[in-house]
């Protein structure tokens, strides 16, 4: 039964009993006959009132019933019209099925709006975990690099620096604090050079050296590499923004390629030099030989001499760098064979007679009788040996002695260089064989490359397997000793 | 009368090729190995030019130099400085400081050395000088 007639019959008996009473000339005769009109009137009323009530519930029930259902049913079966439509509704419920289908239409709206949101959380959170693990890693190999990194904003805040920054520069940028660029003290270079580079409006990148001290104050020098930082996206592109950018200063520790820059230029300057000492003598000496100022044969036969034993001292400076040179790269070939290191000591005397007949130091050789058997490259001991001997007399004052000596020690042969000269103090006994190490006073005294004796113990140690050493004593001498691992002995 | 010249070198061929030029020419000829020798020969016998090398042992160049313009008896005594090296000094501090006349850079020709002695006992004094080269 519908609701509206319903209620349209039970006002119609309710107003008709009404009517009744208040007028009763319409109504049938006697309060008994209009009370019962009045009272089946009400009862009517009620009743029709009753049903549509029990109707009105029972629709609504059903509707709770759908919706409950379509609560239970999975967000993505929402959208499915044929599982929706699978859940009964009485056909006399006809009335909610529209809203309850619209009800479902928003419901799968939201559903599938929930579902983008919670699959875009997702991929938000793993982004952030990724880009978390990525700076956490950063952070790490930036605190963990040798080379000073410090970073400013475009405020000219220090915005980061890594561990050997702040130990460099003396400088603190936990957390939040962010101390002004300003505040570096000692490093005025370094503030100017990522000042400028911040105020830059194009990006830019320079470089520079500059010295700092470091912790024990000591001078280091770094190459400073300068470069503008990418804007911040979270400032505001406002007119109070400030001109420029961030930057960020990589400090590379450049101390060693300074002192091997110092050490080369020096050897080169004491290389030329040494080369131009023989090559002086021998231009002079052409020159007064072309010029015809020679007039005897004798002094012709002298001049011929020096240009001769001064293109010796020539060849063999050049032969003890380039030999250096090899040895260090690794690129030498050792040609090894048994020879009697009696001979050998005895050619490297005949090299340098001459040489120390002319600074007027006696040049002895006191051998062993017995044959002394070496395994060794010739040519390179014998380079040691003339090289001892030329340092002996070097540093001999004229009237002075050197004295070549070789004997046999158990299973080893030895050569002993020693001279009357200058003599050296216990430090330079220890420092003599390094390269380039070239003792104090005789800096002054005698030129050379400090190249000499580095290669005596090249050839000796790493080449020969012996070892060498020196006493001495400043002003009474010193004794080059060479041991050397002997062949078989055999009475010579 | 013939001239005196002191040789300063402690390469001993040097010394004894430039002696042995000079001496042809007639002058009267000192030989020092070093600054200080040649300082010592000053003292005994003033010559009438030095000339000298710039690294020996004792006395450097600079230094005898140094002593022969503070000694009031050898100050006007023209020096030439023949080196092997460069200068950090450049040629107008060595003649302001040391009263260097000339530097010449070895390797030298020793008829060269000899044109400029002669100029310098001649009174020229814009005598060439080649400390670009001596600088290499």
Not at chain 2, 40 to 66: F, K, N, W
Request: glycine fraction near 6%; charge should be negative.
């Amino acid at each position: 039964m519908q609701f509206a007639p319903t209620a349209v019959l039970a006002v119609l008996c309710a107003a008709l009993g009404l009517a009744w009473v208040v007028e009763p000339s319409i109504a049938p005769d006697g309060w008994c006959g209009r009370l019962a009109v009045l009272i089946g009137g009400l009862l009517v009323g009620l009743l029709a009132i009753r049903i549509v009530t029990v109707q009105v519930s029972k629709q609504a029930q059903a509707a709770r019933r759908y919706i409950d259902s379509l609560c239970e049913l999975e967000p993505h079966a929402l959208h499915d019209d044929e599982s929706s439509n699978a859940i009964p509704l009485r056909k006399e419920d006809h009335v909610w099925r529209e809203l309850c289908q619209r009800v479902r239409r928003r419901l799968a709206e939201f559903a599938s709006r929930a579902e983008d949101l919670e699959m875009t959380r997702a991929a938000g959170e793993v982004r952030v975990r990724r880009i978390v693990a990525d700076r956490d890693r950063l952070r790490e190999i930036l605190a963990g690099l040798v080379d000073p990194v410090i970073a400013v904003d475009q405020f000219g805040e220090i915005v980061l620096a890594n561990a050997s920054a702040e130990r460099l520069l003396d400088v603190k940028t936990s957390g939040d604090e962010h101390p002004a660029l300003e505040q570096l003290k000692h490093c005025e270079q370094l503030v100017s050079l990522l000042g400028e580079t911040r105020r830059r409006r194009a990006a830019t990148q320079r470089s520079a050296e500059v010295a700092l001290a470091d912790d024990d104050g000591k001078p280091h020098w770094y190459r400073v590499t300068c470069r503008t930082l990418a804007d911040d996206d979270e400032q505001p592109a406002g007119g109070d923004r400030p001109a420029g950018h961030g930057a960020v200063a990589v400090l590379t520790d450049i101390t060693g390629q300074k002192v091997i820059q110092k050490r080369n230029a020096e050897f080169v300057s004491s290389v030329s030099h040494e080369m131009k000492t023989p090559l002086s003598s021998i231009r002079a000496y052409v020159e007064l030989l072309v010029d015809g100022e020679a007039e005897d044969e004798a002094t012709r036969e002298e001049f011929l001499g020096v240009i001769n034993s001064q293109a010796d001292r020539l060849q063999r400076l050049i032969d003890n760098m380039l030999n250096l040179a090899r040895i260090e790269a690794g690129v030498v070939t050792v040609n090894k064979s048994a020879l009697s290191l009696n001979e050998l000591l005895g050619e490297a005397v005949d090299v340098m007679q001459p040489a120390a007949e002319e600074k007027k130091v006696t040049l002895a050789a006191e051998f062993s009788p017995l044959y002394l058997g070496v395994l060794a490259d010739r040519d390179m001991l014998l380079q040691a040996a003339i090289n001892l001997l030329s340092n002996a007399v070097k540093y001999t004052k004229p009237g002075g002695s050197v004295t070549l000596r070789s004997r046999l020690s158990d299973q080893e042969v030895i050569f002993e260089v020693e001279d009357t000269g200058v003599g050296l103090s216990s430090e330079d006994c220890q420092r003599v064989f390094e390269r380039f190490y070239r003792v104090k006073k005789d800096s002054e005294m005698a030129s050379g490359t400090g190249l000499g004796l580095a290669l005596v113990k090249h050839i000796v140690e790493d080449v020969h397997g012996g070892r060498i050493e020196v006493a001495s004593e400043p002003g009474r001498g010193s004794t080059f000793r060479v041991n050397l691992p002997g062949l078989a002995q055999l009475n010579a | 009368m013939s001239k005196r010249i002191l040789l300063c070198d402690d390469e001993l061929h040097i010394l004894r090729a430039a002696e042995f030029k000079f001496k042809r020419a007639g002058y009267e000829v000192d030989c020092a190995g070093d600054g200080q020798d040649g300082w010592e020969h000053i003292q005994r016998q003033r010559p009438d030019i030095v000339v000298t090398d710039c690294q020996m042992p004792r006395l450097s160049g600079l230094g005898l130099a140094e002593r022969i313009r503070q000694t009031p008896a050898t100050a006007d005594l023209p020096i030439i400085m023949l080196s092997a090296k460069g200068f950090e000094l450049s040629l107008d501090q060595l003649r302001a400081q040391y009263g260097i006349r000339c530097l010449m850079a070895k390797p030298f020709s020793p008829r060269e050395l000899f044109a400029r002695v002669e100029a310098v006992l001649a009174g020229q004094e814009a005598v060439k000088c080649e400390l670009a080269d001596a600088r290499s």
